[in-house]
């Protein structure tokens, strides 16, 4: 059983393009979260949703959206793709009474 | 900024030796400090965590060390294996929202 799944593993694409990521947890978790990792291995949050509401949004250009239609589910819209939206990007989920942080197997984005 | 700060990038150790990786931290309103593991082409994957309240944790051959004082933290791993050889991230948080990593380790134990 997978705790923390992501659609696709792979995703190659134009730059100029629209393309989403999704993810889907079946912990029970009440927050799940956004992270890009470059290509030096640096991860960093991008987003987070706890309960339908957004509560950390860094400095990620507009382009990006997070989308959760339930509990369960948040998935990442990506408009006008960019080179440097290169990346592999990770969902994770938790639960706000345990600090763990579960991790989905990651989608690499390739800009082309 | 990073608030963060890992050390070192990389580290060759032995099979059996000790491997030890360093974090600093500058927000002291951080209150949980996990160690996550990463292998190739996977998800990071909790190893261990400590708060504050406690200077050292251990589970099996991976221990936390944690100064408050010094705003510093360590993982040590005893009798390193090759299986060990990974990315380390360290992390910092406050609740469970927001979690700052450092910038990882790249740990290669040589049979």
């Known amino acids: 059983d997978t705790a923390v799944s992501q659609t696709p593993k792979y995703l190659v694409t134009q730059m100029g393009n629209d393309k989403s990521i999704k993810c889907e947890q079946n912990l029970g978790h009440d927050t799940m979260y956004w992270y890009k990792q470059d290509s030096k291995k640096f991860l960093k949050i991008m987003f987070s949703?706890?309960?339908?509401?957004?509560?950390i949004n860094e400095t990620v250009p507009n382009r990006f959206s997070p989308k959760s239609p339930d509990k369960a589910h948040l998935n990442l819209h990506i408009n006008s793709l960019e080179l440097g939206d290169s990346a592999v990007y990770f969902c994770?989920?938790?639960?706000?009474?345990?600090?763990?942080?579960?991790f989905g197997p990651g989608t690499r984005l390739t800009v082309l | 900024q990073q608030q963060v700060k890992q050390s070192p990038q990389s580290l060759i150790v032995q099979k059996g030796g000790i491997s030890i990786i360093n974090c600093a931290y500058e927000n002291t309103a951080f209150d949980y400090f996990p160690w996550y593991q990463q292998f190739p082409g996977k998800g990071p994957a909790l190893l261990i965590a400590i708060r504050p309240d406690v200077s050292e944790k251990k589970e099996g051959r991976f221990t936390i060390s944690f100064n408050k004082s010094a705003k510093q933290f360590s993982l040590h791993i005893m009798d390193s294996q090759p299986g060990d050889s990974a990315t380390y991230f360290c992390?910092?948080?406050?609740?469970?929202?927001?979690?700052?990593f450092g910038a990882g380790t790249r740990l290669t134990v040589k049979p």
């Open positions: 994770a989920s938790s639960n706000s009474i345990v600090d763990e942080q579960f």
């Open positions: 949703y706890n309960n339908k509401e957004l509560i």
């Open positions: 992390a910092a948080s406050k609740g469970n929202n927001d979690m700052r």
